[in-house]
């Protein structure tokens, strides 16, 4: 059950409600992406806010895996930030960003939410709670059905531990930016204490890096992004969204699928 207040919390943790009170050696010389567009097409991004701290956050991450196995041939795109802010509560997540509650809090001030995990956020217009399976899945058919009001083409190459991306873009790009996430598709992790102590947890989509790009007139630009130590090309992938700032919607998104030197269109 959620409180009034805007605190960190986990859902179904009450205990910890009231106590907090309720907020990428290996050398690829050339990886190329190419994005896998929709023109008019709705599409669904899905934002996880989770923690490896919270006990309510495992069921969560499991449907957003299940979302993400079945929806391959669509254009939904599934991004699992670790927030920070249970860090001191017994247990540090290694994926955690305090990059990633901030995006959350932003969020919260957008949509008048609340902050909490597992929250989740669709085409940043709707929040619910991430374990909520028919409230999330209807609010992703309800994406799929929207039409995209911008377009966004991603097209990526990798050099050592850098990867230069070329963006091109159509629309109205007036007070938007341009959002690049680095993402590991999975891994596992044994937590040792905690809320989850003992347990070993699966992860599907965690979001590494998110680069922002402030857009301007210009339709096409370049952007370059420091990758992860463990980055392999076949293990992760690059998400792109344009995102409204005074309002935080989700305009566009798009994904691109990293394959040694070949160019692999989705």
């Given amino acids: ?16 409600a009231l106590a907090t009170a309720a907020y990428a050696a ?7 992406t190419v994005s896998a567009d929709t023109p008019g097409k709705g599409f669904a991004l899905v934002e996880l806010f989770t923690s490896e701290g919270c006990s ?11 979302i993400q196995k079945e929806s391959q041939d ?21 994926f955690s960003n305090a990059m990633f509650s901030k995006r959350q809090r932003e969020y919260s001030a ?11 956020v669709v085409n940043g217009k709707t929040e619910l709670v991430g374990s909520d399976e028919p409230v999330l899945r209807e609010a992703i058919s309800s994406a799929l059905t929207t039409a995209q009001t ?18 091109e873009l159509s629309g109205n790009t007036d007070n938007r930016n341009l959002l690049i996430a680095i993402v590991q598709k999975s891994t596992i992790s044994k937590v040792a204490k905690g809320e989850n102590e ?18 301007n007139q210009a339709k096409k630009g370049e952007t370059v992004i420091n990758l992860p130590k463990e980055f392999t090309p076949q293990g992760w992938e690059v998400i792109g969204f344009i995102q409204d700032k005074a309002k935080g919607e989700v305009l566009t998104a798009t994904k691109a699928v990293l394959a040694g030197e070949v160019v692999t269109k989705i």
């Avoid at 290996?26 to 190329?32: A, E, F, G, N, Q």
């Avoid at 003992?198 to 989509?205: D, N, V």
């Fill in 1 to 16: 059950m959620k409180t009034l207040k805007i605190l960190s919390f986990c859902v179904g943790a009450v205990a910890l």
């Fill in 26 to 32: 290996r050398k690829i010389d050339s990886v190329k």
């Fill in 56 to 66: 309510s956050c495992p069921p969560a991450d499991e449907l957003l895996a299940r």
């Fill in 74 to 94: 669509k254009p939904v795109y599934i991004l699992a930030y670790h927030v920070d802010y249970w860090n001191s509560l017994g247990w540090k997540d290694v």
């Fill in 110 to 120: 957008y949509l008048n939410a609340q902050v909490y995990t597992p929250q989740v």
């Fill in 150 to 167: 911008a377009q966004v083409s991603l097209q990526a190459q990798q050099n050592g531990d850098k990867l230069t991306v070329n963006y």
């Fill in 198 to 215: 003992g347990r070993t947890l699966s992860h599907t989509q965690i979001v590494r890096d998110l680069k922002t790009v402030v857009l």
